[in-house]
Antibody, heavy 121, light 110 residues
Framework: QVQLVESGGGMVQPGRSLRLSCAAS????????MHWVRQAPGKGLEWVAV????????YYADSVKGRFTISRDNSKNTLYLQMNSLRAEDTAVYYC??????????????WGQGTTVTVSS | QSVLTQPPSVSAAPGQKVTISCSGS????????VSWYQQLPGTAPKLLIY???KRPSGIPDRFSGSKSGTSATLGITGLQTGDEADYYC???????????FGGGTKLTVL
């Protein structure tokens, strides 16, 4: 079945780095755009980044631009989020989600279960 | 503040109908597809409506979406207690080159 499974979350000190992974299965991963979306405790959804099907186009929320990098390995059916210079306000559940298109503008039809990132000293 | 504006909360009785609004601008809702998401407590979001008014397979026709100009609306009929959740609208913003979500609306079925 179509599935996304995130991993790599945990507790990290401010200023440190963390890399999240999202393993995709059950569909042609290389033909879909992929997003990262996060949700801080008790807050709403916040979009983080998107990468197009071939990795050639990437867009970021202003809140993470210059600190986070989205990437993908289509040979491994895996999406990544490299998070550097982490701040307390990056604490959230991070979801990966599939776009309905090869880009990133049609909506997210498949979601992972989420992985929790806690930034604290 | 979110780029898309939703009411923080709505409520209605079981069996009744409710609508949730989502207001934006020409750079987002006005020129791009709108989608709606349901997030039940403690779970990941789920796609309810895409391309303004289409339902993914498995989503009952009690859920509907519409768009007019720079606003979109989610409608839910025949409310059930299981519909209690947070609902989010979302779309691409051409000026920002970013996806944007509304702030979310908490639905209470009284």
């Amino acid at each position: 079945q179509v599935q996304l499974v995130e991993s790599g979350g945990g507790m990290v000190q401010p200023g440190r780095s963390l890399r999240l992974s999202c393993a995709a299965s059950g569909f042609a991963f290389s033909t879909y755009g992929m997003h990262w979306v996060r949700q801080a405790p008790g807050k709403g959804l916040e979009w983080v980044a998107v990468i197009w099907f071939d990795g050639n186009n990437k867009y970021y929320a202003d809140s993470v631009k210059g600190r986070f990098t989205i990437s993908r390995d289509n040979s491994k059916n895996t999406l990544y989020l490299q998070m550097n210079s982490l701040r307390a306000e990056d604490t959230a559940v991070y979801y990966c989600a599939r776009d309905k298109s090869s880009g990133g503008s049609r909506g997210m039809d498949v979601w992972g279960q989420g992985t929790t990132v806690t930034v604290s000293s | 503040q979110s780029v898309l504006t939703q009411p923080p909360s709505v409520s209605a009785a079981p069996g009744q109908k409710v609508t949730i609004s989502c207001s934006g601008s020409s750079s987002n809702i006005g020129n791009n597809y709108v989608s709606w998401y349901q997030q039940l407590p403690g779970t990941a979001p789920k796609l309810l409506i895409y391309d303004n008014n289409k339902r993914p397979s498995g989503i009952p026709d009690r859920f509907s979406g519409s768009k007019s100009g720079t606003s979109a609306t989610l409608g839910i009929t025949g409310l059930q207690t299981g519909d209690e959740a947070d609902y989010y609208c979302g779309t691409w913003d051409t000026n920002l080159s970013a996806w944007v979500f509304g702030g979310g609306t908490k639905l209470t079925v009284l």
